[in-house]
């Protein structure tokens, strides 16, 4: 079983930065491929981003150029860098963990972004 918090959402104003991080327990967290997802009010959960074992990290184009991903397995965290953050960004931010073939079944209980003009 796999536990996973999150941390480091907050205020900021258009064009900031944050870093989210995401703390796993349980589990071989470098066998897991990790992902970012938000939810905004009255929308659905949309992809972010996600990094694989061997680094291989795609993104949503929407975040493409403006937020990084990044691994660490020795201290079992994952991290989403975000830069030249818009109101639009503004959402709950989740992490979530799965192995290959599977989908996401382990996720953490989100970290509040709100982002200001």
């Known amino acids: 079983q796999v536990q996973l918090v999150e941390s480091g959402g907050g205020l900021v104003q258009s064009g900031g930065s944050l870093r989210l991080a995401c703390a796993a327990s349980g589990g071989t967290f470098s066998s897991y491929i990790m992902g970012w997802f938000r939810q905004a009010p009255g929308k659905e959960r949309e992809f972010v981003a996600s990094?694989?074992?061997?680094?291989?990290?795609p993104y949503s184009d929407s975040v493409k150029g403006r937020f990084g991903i990044a691994r660490d397995n020795a201290k079992m965290t994952v991290y989403l860098q975000m830069n030249s953050l818009k109101p639009e960004d503004s959402a709950v931010y989740y992490c979530?963990?799965?192995?290959?073939?599977?989908?996401?079944?382990?996720w953490g209980q989100g970290t509040q972004v709100t982002v200001s003009s």
């Open positions: 979530a963990a799965r192995t290959r073939g599977t989908q996401y079944n382990y």
């Open positions: 990094i694989y074992p061997f680094g291989e990290s």
